[in-house]
């Protein structure tokens, strides 16, 4: 047996072994954690309600598993932020706090600054946009790291459940992760081939990590994070549970494009900074096609991947946790 297929066996889960949701929760109080959910918006009034109610309902209120629920804005045009606060969630934009700085646009913002928002000692993030939320996208990703020490961050995968029916299916990511990210991966790192689904929105992570790695505010965020702490902390800091299925709209292929321009951006940097590929400049500018009429017409594109420091290096955050 290979040491990835190893790996995979010891550290993947399906969310069905952590049912027992009581025991879930004495484990949590007897190693003295606090848990924080944090939900990074951009207009998702539609689907953000149901989320709060679900989570506040059965795993703060029937199952006290998590000890706070905060969305996180980038600045809803719509009524995000209304519906949240109506349904329990402490709500802030990310531009208010570290206000000294200068306000940036971007989920890895959010995320980010959620680091210095909340308390808990292991943060798990979940994206706003999901339409069959389930309690399991929560405590499936916090099990691992109640009950496993040495486990810093654990991701998530879904859609296609791997052989727990009896059968032998085909698993994977989205479009981006097959085409752009694993066969990066596979070239680079390939130890991190052993994640599922890599750019999945929703991980847990304890506090002490997440304050140690750098992040892009925009799309390269979720690949950042794999290969800052796997040069961290190795493989074995790693889990990741399948959580069966997750819907939600589909982006246009224009979209994904430029999603992958910036997570190539990251890597890029990431790979150059640890030695793996030879230093070498690179645009910042993508071109795409439209087709107006009988014309076709280029669309240049700028996306530039800046990063915000590690938290530990904001004067605030040690001030704030006594760093």
Same mark, same amino acid.
């Given at each position: ?187 680079? $790192? ?70 992958? $321009? ?26 795409? $096609? ?34």
């Amino acid at each position: 047996m290979s040491n990835l297929q190893s790996w995979i066996n010891k550290n993947t889960y399906h969310h069905s072994e952590f049912w027992d949701l009581m025991k879930l929760v004495e484990a949590k109080k007897k190693k003295n954690l606090t848990i924080s959910l944090c939900l990074p918006t951009l207009n998702e009034e539609k689907t953000i309600g149901k989320e709060i109610i679900i989570f506040r309902s059965e795993l703060m209120e029937r199952y006290p598993l998590i000890d706070e629920i905060a969305v996180i804005d980038s600045g809803s045009e719509d009524n995000t932020l209304e519906v949240a606060k109506n349904y329990g969630a402490d709500t802030y934009l990310a531009s208010d706090i570290l206000p000294n700085l200068e306000p940036k646009r971007g989920k890895g913002e959010n995320l980010w600054k959620a680091i210095y928002q909340l308390k808990g000692d292991i943060i798990v993030y979940v994206d706003a946009d999901i339409s069959n939320i389930h309690p399991r996208f929560v405590y499936g990703l916090v099990a691992p790291l109640i009950h496993r020490e040495e486990v810093k961050y654990v991701k998530a995968f879904y859609d296609r459940p791997l052989a727990f029916s009896g059968n032998v299916r085909a698993s994977g990511g989205g479009r981006v992760t097959e085409i752009l990210v694993r066969p990066l991966f596979s070239l680079f $790192f390939p130890d991190l081939t052993a994640m599922i689904q890599p750019l999945s929105g929703e991980y847990a992570v304890r506090r002490e990590v997440l304050e140690q790695i750098a992040f892009p505010i925009g799309y390269g965020v979720e690949t950042s994070h794999l290969i800052d702490v796997y040069h961290k902390y190795g493989l074995e800091a790693f889990a990741q549970t399948d959580l069966d299925k997750r819907v939600h709209e589909n982006k246009p292929t224009q979209a994904l494009g430029k999603m992958a $321009f910036g997570i190539l951006q990251t890597f890029i940097k990431r790979a150059r900074a640890l030695g793996v590929i030879e230093k070498a400049e690179h645009e910042t500018i993508l071109r795409q $096609f439209q087709a107006r009429q009988d014309q076709y017409e280029q669309n240049l594109i700028e996306i530039v991947e800046e990063e915000r420091p590690p938290m530990i290096e904001i004067e605030e955050y040690r001030k704030k946790f006594k760093k």
